[in-house]
């Protein structure tokens, strides 16, 4: 299949989607939606209004500023879009409001920018806008083979990743040092965009998104290592908690604790199960053993060409786990002054339960 009608398929399929859902059709602006649908991405940093129109029964749209038009010419998709440019000083709002159905429901990339959003709401005033997550969360939740093989060499580079690191010295050295290993090495490991690099140490790991700071890693610390980024468009993001020197009976408990959560929440994955029941599955483990207080977020998140995105493993979602989504299960224990321990791999839901595409040993590793 050509990258024109790789691409072709996914919009034929958006707008399919949005139909089904009572939309008149969808605007994506840039971000994670414009690349995964056309293979666009703009300048890093551009004020200038731009969005994809996907509407039934026209071919999609990409209105661009005119300055940036051969950049979208050159994406993957372009040959089966329309391109129109504007120009500074020109209305761009009232062209793609002169696109869309005047009364129509619309899909808006959740990232849109309020400036633009508000101006083609004055534009078209009798349209409504919604989420497009929330109006179409199945639209990238469910991954094709071409984007399963590439979440799986994505993990596997963060596993790779984790290996290294434990070679090297935690012991006397700061946070933030052992964080600046973590990017090197996902780098080393085939990784264009590193997002997060959590080094959590001792009373640090008990925040779940504690930056790595200057605080010196001692021996008897358990530390907290979450990290992830992109590798060829698709994310990764993986966390195992090790332990400088040997950890005392009540660390080993815990996180001897957290491992049967999380092997508990894989378990449960399946098709047909709601989301709320990965969650539930983890959030048991730990209660039942005295600790549910600690444990303070969402069981897991979807992860594809972004590393955090639907579906969510928390309480209250009930959309049913379909084969080819693929998300994290990470629960953790954080124990306030004190210490915390949090495992997480990402798992691919397949038509037999889960797969996955983390692969280091789960138990506690001794370093340095």
């Known amino acids: ?28 602006t840039p971000g994670p939606d414009l690349v995964w649908l056309c293979g666009y991405e703009p300048p890093a940093v551009t004020e200038r209004f731009t969005a994809l129109l996907l509407t039934p029964g026209a071919k999609p749209l990409l209105v661009v500023p005119q300055l940036e038009r051969p950049d979208a010419e050159k994406a993957p998709g372009a040959g089966a879009l329309t391109i129109t440019g504007w120009t500074d000083g020109e209305n ?44 179409l969360p199945m639209l990238r939740a469910v991954k094709d083979a071409y984007e399963l093989e590439r979440l799986a060499a994505a993990g596997a580079a963060a596993d790779a990743t984790f290996e290294a690191i434990t070679d090297l010295r935690f012991g006397g050295r700061r946070e933030n040092e052992v964080a600046a290993d973590l990017a090197r090495l996902l780098r080393e490991n085939g990784h264009s965009q590193v997002d997060f690099t959590i080094v959590g140490s001792g009373p640090n790991g008990a925040n ?42 009540e660390e080993r408990k815990v996180h001897d604790l957290v491992r049967e959560a999380q092997q508990a929440a894989f378990e449960a994955v399946r098709p047909g199960v709601a989301c709320q029941e990965i969650d539930r599955a983890a959030r048991q ?17 979807g992860i594809g060409v972004t590393t955090h995105e639907p579906p969510y493993m928390v309480e209250g979602e009930h959309l049913p786990l379909v084969p080819g989504m693929c998300f994290s299960i990470e629960p953790g224990i954080y124990l306030p002054g004190r210490f915390g321990v949090r495992i997480e791999d ?16 789960r138990e506690m590793r001794i370093v340095t």
């Not at 990258?3 to 939309?23: I, K, P, W």
């Not at 290592?225 to 020197?245: A, C, E, I, N, P």
């Not at 483990?285 to 897991?300: C, D, L, P, S």
Request: hydrophobic share 35%.
């Open 1 to 28: 299949m050509s990258d024109v009608d790789f691409y072709a398929a996914r919009m034929d399929r958006a707008v399919r989607s949005a139909v089904q859902e009572g939309l008149s059709g969808l605007v994506v």
């Open 92 to 135: 761009p709002y009232a062209e793609t409001a002169g696109r869309l159905e005047p009364q129509g429901r619309f899909g808006v990339s959740d990232n849109a920018w309020a400036l633009h959003l508000l101006a083609l709401q004055r534009s078209l005033p009798g349209a409504s806008y919604g989420a497009l997550t929330e109006a």
């Open 208 to 249: 779940p998104h504690h930056e790595a700071g200057e605080r010196v890693i001692e021996d008897g610390d358990m530390v907290v290592l979450d990290f992830g980024g992109l590798k060829d468009g698709y994310g990764s993001d993986t966390t195992r908690t090790v332990h400088v020197g040997e950890p005392s009976s």
């Open 285 to 301: 483990v730990i209660r039942k053993a005295g600790y549910g207080e600690y444990f303070i977020h969402r069981t897991g998140h």
């Open 346 to 361: 990402i798992v691919a839901c397949t038509e037999s339960g889960a797969r996955r595409l983390n692969n280091t040993s």
